[in-house]
């Protein structure tokens, strides 16, 4: 027995990276990797904010976790206020 | 005595071998890894996308972008690794992940488990527990024997939706640890104290009960 899924094709993409360039290759951070990367190549135009946008070339191309062939819109957000669903923590002793 | 919620955690981490990857879900199973022997080496995956998860963080080191798949912010661990959903997906689907540990509103005796919803409640999705029991080789199951309304919820046959069909191998309760085995829950170990009468009280599915059980030992 197997299900099989097709693939996902969307108009748009709206992602959220840690780094990126002019030239749309991204960089994420921790956890949020997520589903971000995979919708990238999903999506006619994917649209990529990033918290840092630094010139081209700047990236280690080693680093990079996705390409910018899959990015058509890149820009960088502002005044970004991080929300914490859940705050797990430990007390220090 | 019935087991509180981190004495099943204890006891589940029992059966956590050295060099395993575990998946915790949401709730009990996230306790089993305080209980975790410290001599052995075991590596914690979370589906979102974190394998080497460490314990929570200490209060105000906290990082809105390392957060476990329910959304509790955590640690890493020296080796950790970050990477994207297929690849997290690939790494439980491809059987890599040796044991995966979830909590239950309801287990069957031919181990159906039902874990995500309830019909008219608004639930935010499965997230990656149909994955996970799709493909994992052994699941244990940290459940309450009952709801609160004293109904047993280790069943002949499960009335809520599934997330996945015949894969529980084990389920540890606050009352019990019993397997699934010839379409029955085996009673292997009784809590302390807890009377063979009273697990069979709890439980509407078909129980085995063979010579003594022993009662648990943490």
């Known amino acids: 027995m197997h299900l099989l899924e097709h693939a996902f094709n969307a108009d748009f993409a709206f992602v959220k990276a840690w780094k990126g360039d002019a030239a749309g290759n991204l960089i994420f951070k921790g956890s949020a990797r997520n589903f971000n990367p995979n919708m990238c190549g999903a999506a006619k135009i994917t649209v990529a904010e990033v918290e840092e946008l630094v010139p081209v070339g700047s990236l280690d191309p080693n680093q990079i976790h996705i390409p910018g062939i899959f990015i058509q819109r890149i820009f960088q957000g502002n005044n970004y206020e991080k929300r914490v669903e859940q705050l797990t923590v430990r007390k220090r002793n | ?218």
């Not at chain 2, 089993?32 to 200490?58: C, H, T, Y």
């Not at chain 2, 199951?141 to 996945?164: E, F, I, Q, Y």
């Not at chain 2, 015949?166 to 019993?178: D, G, P, Q, R, T």
């Not at chain 2, 078909?206 to 943490?218: A, H, M, R």
């Open chain 2, 1 to 218: 005595m019935a087991l509180s919620k981190e004495q099943i955690a204890q006891r589940i981490a029992k059966e956590v071998k050295d060099g395993y990857y575990v998946n915790l879900g949401i709730g009990i199973p996230t306790l089993v890894a305080n209980f975790v022997r410290k001599d052995i080496e075991v590596d914690f995956q979370s589906e979102n996308g974190v394998l080497g998860m460490g314990p929570f963080p200490f209060e105000g080191d906290e990082d809105p972008d390392l957060i476990n798949a329910g959304k509790q912010t955590i640690t890493t661990l020296p080796g950790a690794s970050f990477f994207d959903s297929a690849m997290s997906f690939s790494m439980i689907r491809g059987q890599h992940v040796d044991l995966t540990i979830l909590g239950a509103m309801e287990v069957s005796q031919n181990g159906d488990i039902a874990n995500w919803k309830i019909p008219g409640k608004m639930v935010k999705g499965m997230g990656g527990a149909m994955d996970l029991v799709a493909s994992a080789e052994n699941i244990i199951v940290a459940m309450m024997h009952t709801n609160r309304a004293g109904d047993s919820k280790l069943l002949k046959k499960c009335s809520l939706p599934l997330t996945g069909v015949n894969c529980v191998k084990k389920i540890v309760s606050n009352l019990a640890v019993l397997e699934i085995v010839n379409n029955s829950f085996k009673l292997l170990e009784r809590a302390p104290g807890v009377s063979i009468e009273e697990i069979k009280k709890a439980t509407e599915g078909d129980l085995i009960i063979e010579g003594t059980i022993p009662e648990i030992k943490f």
